[in-house]
């Protein structure tokens, strides 16, 4: 009865989101080309309704932490202040880009901090509490660092607070930023069951995000698309409202491209890549072989669960779905089978390429 309705009424008074640079889209992991798409208007897949009911509810959690932040001894205040963060052209024009604070933090010592606040889904949560660093969010910190000079010279660290939505768990980054330098250095990490980890040092996380900025009107004005930012597979892709025309276009860009550059520059990264990519192999193989070897040395023994030596090794049976496409009609198959686009890289020894093209045309 509601929950057909509820989605489509969140999604009822959504606007058409047109793109302008802002500190929440400046991040580095934001895919360029979609940017270059939508600042030159391009209409991609129409966003679902569900889109606008999880922004929203984004909007919620941040009211519910600040509710109780003001119960505790910080003061919150300067919420959803504007500030300015910088000039680039936009549209052929200078524009400013603007930015609303989450708010400023008082602490007891009277030391004011920037305050953004995030809420999101597990799995990304867990990525940040273990290892990852949530840059287009500490990009957008910077952006407002930027901004407050003009207006609160003396705020130079900030809280970026993130909420699992699915647990309510808290994840806190404490950082400090230095406007002349562009470093922002992400000083503690810290989980609300009091797990830490270790910071880390950012360097031009603002000076590229405008550099991008830029590269979006240079596309813009000159109708071109920068190369794919991710490979088809890739999740960004999965959610992006581009990805159809984005496949499609790239066959043709790709079908343009020159063969025989020079790409002596990166030399040690290529021969890196041939170096992994045969330990990567080898490996493969020994791990088989032992796996194989445990497994028969289990059978013999006709046992599931061992111990070796401290070691606790185990053999399950497990079932996996999987189609049988023999059995699907093939009208239905056709309509059903989707078509991706899959760049294969390969890289050969040019002497060994040789060596063996003149084996195979001796055969
Ligand atoms: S499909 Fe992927 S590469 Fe293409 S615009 Fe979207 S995110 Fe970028």
């Not at 990519?277 to 493969?284: C, I, L, M, V």
Request: charged share 30%; aromatic share 10%.
């Amino acid at each position: 009865m509601i929950a057909e309705i509820i989605l489509k009424v969140a999604g009822f008074e959504k606007g058409e989101f047109t793109y302008h640079p802002r500190p929440s889209n400046a991040g580095l992991e934001r895919c360029l080309r979609a940017m270059c798409y939508q600042a030159q208007n391009y209409r991609g897949r129409l966003l679902a309704d569900r889109f606008f009911a999880v922004m929203d509810d984004s909007s919620w959690h941040e009211e519910l932490t600040l509710d109780f932040l003001r119960k505790s001894s910080f003061q919150v205040h300067s919420e959803q202040m504007v500030v300015e963060c910088g000039e680039v052209i936009h549209n052929g024009v200078p524009f400013m880009i603007r930015g609303k604070i989450d708010g400023l933090l008082t602490d007891l010592a009277g030391v004011d901090r920037l305050f953004e606040h995030k809420a999101i889904n597990h799995f990304t949560f867990e990525r940040y509490a273990q290892e990852q660093f949530p840059l287009d969010y500490l990009t957008q910190m910077a952006f407002y660092f930027v901004g407050l000079t003009k207006v609160q010279p003396d705020v130079k660290e900030g809280v970026l607070l993130i909420k699992n939505k699915n647990t309510s768990q808290y994840l806190e980054f404490l950082v400090d930023y230095d406007v002349a330098s562009d470093v922002l250095r992400v000083l503690d990490v810290v989980k609300s069951d009091g797990i830490r980890r270790d910071g880390k040092e950012f360097t031009g996380l603002y000076g590229h995000a405008m550099e991008r900025f830029a590269e979006v009107e240079r596309h813009r004005s000159e109708n071109t698309l920068p190369p794919r930012q991710y490979d088809t597979g890739d999740w960004h892709c999965s959610y992006c409202g581009f990805s159809q025309m984005c496949d499609s276009s790239y066959e043709e860009e790709f079908s343009s491209f020159t063969e025989g550059a020079d790409l002596s520059e990166i030399e040690d990264t290529v021969k890196e890549y041939v170096r992994l990519s045969d330990f990567k192999k080898r490996t493969e193989k020994t791990l088989d072989e032992v796996k194989e070897e445990i497994k028969r040395a289990m059978k013999a023994k006709e046992c599931k669960k061992a111990k070796s030596n401290g070691y606790l090794v185990s053999l399950s049976l497990q079932k996996r779905q999987g189609l049988d496409k023999s059995l699907i009609p093939p009208e239905i198959l056709k309509d059903v089978q989707k078509e991706t686009l899959v760049e294969v890289l390969n890289v050969k020894h040019e002497k060994l390429n040789k060596k063996f093209q003149k084996e195979d045309s001796n055969v």
